[in-house]
């Protein structure tokens, strides 16, 4: 096998914020994995100090977003050991890691994740150095369909006129679950959950970023990581099987968090394997120097293809449904398209006759409506 990496070119580049302790045991695979794919680049904001973003309910001290508790596994490590392991990270993956401290305060002196600010920050400073970055988290994965490059499913969205990707996630065991595994070969997941209208991520045409919203020269709407302003509405939504981003974040609180956030209120479990990441694990291995045996990289890979019977399940936003929510007309606004999505698929479920006599009726009541 090839351990080398591929030729670096200015195609690709990465933006994310983190915090040091968090993901510290993940970091130098993450990397690795996505220099394979055809990432050149590395812009790695250095949360250091803060907890992370606050905004979520289950973030603490010690605990992420995800209600992990991410300072056990590391208490041995002091911070000036976590500074040393990103270094000898940087010194090992020389020339395509860019460290940023990013330590912005809030009116009480407190170092904030700021989010936001740091897109802005990176517009100004390092998106000219790269045509496309993917905004993600060090939890993500970047999942291309075997036998393909990102380099190649860029170029190939460019000539058709796009600029900007827009990737939907597919849910798996959290990475902290088993510290003795690479994260690759975690290929627990759920596989009844369509997430086309939840979180999505994005890589985008650098020169088509929307400079005057990030820098809040220009009025826009609500903007953040899943919705990144663009001087252009030219967006390709990549299809699930051959691009996607694989987010390493399942735990039993976020199982339950998940249920609130569908119309019914279903459920949500660890139900499936999807080992496809697993075609990598000899080159992070050969880089990470974790494991002594090698994995076969001939090994039969199931991936699983999500068929339309079992996305059903929709998951709406990051906002639980609520007496608070329901008084904003955006949420009532949503809910309404959500549920319009479910009548529509659970009509297209149905046999032909009763599809077809269903649509003939609707037809019919608009009609109506319109001439009265």
């Known amino acids: 096998m090839n351990y080398n990496f591929p030729p670096k070119s200015d195609q690709l580049a990465i933006h994310t914020v983190f915090l040091p302790r968090e993901n510290v045991l993940f970091i130098k695979e993450w990397i690795?994995?996505?220099?394979?794919?055809?990432?050149?680049?590395?812009?790695?904001?250095?949360n250091k100090g803060s907890e992370g973003d606050i905004?979520?309910?289950?973030?603490?001290?010690?605990k992420n977003k995800y209600g992990i508790d991410y300072v056990s596994p590391t208490k041995h490590l002091k911070d000036d050991d976590i500074d040393s392991i990103l270094n000898g990270v940087a010194e090992?993956?020389?020339?395509?890691?860019?460290?940023?401290?990013?330590?912005?305060?809030?009116?009480?002196?407190?170092?904030?994740?700021?989010?936001?600010?740091?897109?802005?920050?990176?517009?100004?400073?390092?998106?000219?150095?790269?045509?496309?970055?993917?905004?993600?988290d060090l939890d993500e994965f970047i999942y291309i369909k075997q036998n393909e490059h990102l380099d190649e499913y860029i170029n190939y969205c460019e000539q058709k006129g796009y600029n900007d990707i827009l990737m939907l996630q597919k849910k798996f065991a959290d990475r902290y679950v088993d510290l003795n595994r690479y994260v690759i070969e975690i290929s627990e997941c759920v596989d009844n959950v369509d997430t086309r209208n939840w979180s999505p991520k994005?890589?985008?045409?650098?020169?088509?970023?929307?400079?005057?919203?990030?820098?809040?020269?220009?009025k826009t709407k609500r903007w953040g990581i899943h919705n990144i302003p663009t001087k252009s509405d030219k967006i390709f939504h990549a299809?699930?099987?051959?691009?996607?981003?694989?987010?390493?974040?399942?735990?039993?609180?976020?199982?339950?968090?998940?249920?609130?956030?569908?119309?019914?209120?279903?459920?949500?479990?660890?139900?499936?394997?999807?080992?496809?990441?697993?075609?990598?694990?000899?080159f992070v291995n050969h880089?990470?120097?974790?494991?002594?045996?090698?994995?076969?990289?001939?090994?039969?890979?199931?991936?699983i293809v999500l068929t339309r019977k079992n996305q059903l399940h929709h998951l709406i936003f990051n906002e639980p449904l609520s007496f608070k929510n329901i008084m904003k007309p955006r949420f009532i606004i949503r809910m309404i398209k959500e549920l319009g999505y479910k009548i529509w698929r659970d009509i297209s479920e149905k046999p032909i006759?009763?599809?077809?006599?269903?649509?003939?009726?609707?037809?019919?009541?608009?009609?109506?409506?319109?001439?009265?």
């Open 32 to 46: 690795a994995y996505h220099i394979r794919i055809g990432v050149s680049h590395f812009y790695l904001y250095n």
């Open 55 to 62: 905004s979520y309910h289950f973030q603490s001290e010690t």
């Open 92 to 136: 090992y993956f020389y020339g395509y890691v860019t460290y940023v401290l990013w330590s912005r305060k809030d009116e009480k002196g407190k170092v904030t994740y700021a989010q936001n600010e740091s897109i802005a920050h990176y517009y100004n400073n390092y998106a000219k150095f790269y045509r496309w970055t993917a905004f993600i």
């Open 202 to 218: 994005h890589i985008i045409k650098n020169e088509f970023l929307d400079g005057d919203s990030l820098n809040g020269r220009k």
């Open 239 to 282: 299809p699930f099987d051959d691009l996607r981003f694989h987010h390493y974040n399942v735990n039993e609180k976020l199982l339950i968090w998940m249920s609130s956030k569908t119309i019914n209120n279903h459920r949500f479990f660890l139900n499936a394997v999807d080992d496809s990441m697993k075609r990598y694990y000899d």
């Open 287 to 303: 880089h990470c120097l974790q494991k002594s045996v090698p994995y076969s990289s001939e090994a039969s890979i199931k991936n």
């Open 353 to 372: 006759k009763t599809k077809t006599l269903l649509i003939f009726l609707v037809t019919k009541i608009i009609a109506f409506t319109f001439v009265q």
